[in-house]
C-alpha cells in the first residue's frame, strides 16, 4: 500500500476491525517511512460486473452512485438523513447482485427504488417517479398520486405479514 503523504511502499497495519455489518475491512496504517497514518479499506470485488440495460438499449456499468444521485436529487430539502439515503442504495445494490447474474433492466433498478421510496418519504417519492415515469400531462400524475393515496400504509417498525 503506498504512503499517500509520501507515496512509499512500507507501512504496517496497526488496527483491523470489520466494519459495515462485515462486508468491509476497515485498516489503520502507519507509513514506515514518514510515520504518519491513514486509513484503507477492504471489500469484496464482485467477481462479475453487473451490467445495466438502459431504456435505449445500451448498457453500462451498475453505478450505485448513480442510484444515490436520484435519490439525493429526489429527496432534494426533505428531512430525510443521509445514513437513510445510503442504505436504500446498499439494499438495492445488494438485492440486484443476488437477483441477477449478468445484466438488469434499468426499470427494475428504478422500480425498486420507488419501493422503498415510497416508505421514506411520499413527496420524494413523486419527484423520484416523475423523472422515472416521465409524466406527459398532470393527469398521468395524478393518476399515480392517487394509487399512492389509496395503497395501505404500513405501521413503522412493524414486522410484515407477507
Known amino acids: 500500500m503506498h ?3 509520501c507515496d512509499q511502499d512500507d507501512d504496517r497495519v ?3 476491525r470489520a466494519s459495515d455489518a462485515g462486508k468491509v475491512i476497515r485498516r489503520r496504517r502507519e ?3 514518514c510515520k504518519r497514518r491513514f486509513t484503507t479499506y477492504e471489500r469484496v470485488e464482485q ?3 453487473l451490467m445495466v440495460i438502459k431504456r435505449d438499449g445500451k ?3 451498475f453505478s450505485r452512485e448513480n442510484i444515490l444521485r436520484g435519490i439525493q436529487s429526489a429527496c432534494g430539502k426533505r428531512p430525510i438523513d443521509e445514513g437513510v439515503k445510503q442504505r436504500l442504495v446498499d439494499e438495492v445494490e445488494e438485492e ?3 437477483e441477477h ?3 438488469v433492466d434499468s426499470r427494475s433498478i428504478g422500480e425498486r427504488v420507488m419501493a422503498k421510496l415510497r416508505e421514506i418519504d411520499e413527496v420524494a417519492w413523486v419527484r423520484f417517479a416523475s423523472e422515472y ?3 406527459k400531462s398532470v393527469e398521468e400524475l395524478r393518476r399515480q398520486l392517487e394509487l399512492l393515496d389509496g395503497r395501505v400504509k404500513d405501521v413503522k417498525d412493524q414486522q410484515r405479514l407477507f
Open 47 to 49: 467477481a462479475q460486473r
Open 59 to 61: 448498457h453500462q456499468p
Open 96 to 98: 440486484m447482485h443476488r
Open 101 to 103: 447474474d449478468r445484466e
Open 14 to 16: 496497526i488496527d483491523s
Open 3 to 5: 504512503c499517500p503523504y
Open 31 to 33: 507509513c514506515l517511512a
Open 133 to 135: 415515469y416521465q409524466f
